[in-house]
């Protein structure tokens, strides 16, 4: 791991996205509730804070950060579902790699919980949107920009 015992601590927050692309009869069945699996919404809110919670320990390098807030997102749209995950914390690191796993573990929840009724989902547009604090400040990354 890097050392980052000499870095300040800084109040530090990250924004990531997901989308999970979905059949038509797919996306009814999230939206009304009635996937075979149950309700993929509230257990994909669920998977994805575990995710953030378990970064350090799924992503070799990352160091464990006391994580102060992690909300999450999950929202239809048109194609498919789209999942935010926001992360907070006071470290000397950022926290955006919690939030990118938050959003993939999310996502592949999702994924899991469709697949019965559409086995050709994807998983895409895995993201980070924004991140405060830290050396370079706060960074918001425009749709494209990246």
Known sequence: MIDITDKPVTRRAAVARSRVMLSAEALDAF??????????????????????????????????????????????????????ATTRATASTGVEMEALTAVCIAALTIYDMCKAIDPAAVITEVRVLRKTGGRHGDLVFEEGEQ
């Open 31 to 84: 939206r009304a509730g009635t996937l075979p699996k149950g309700p993929a919404d509230e257990v994909a809110r669920v998977a994805g804070i575990l995710g953030a919670k378990k970064c350090a320990e799924l992503i070799p390098y990352c160091h464990p950060i006391a994580l102060e807030h992690v909300g999450i997102e999950v929202e239809p749209i048109e194609g498919g579902v789209e999942v935010r």
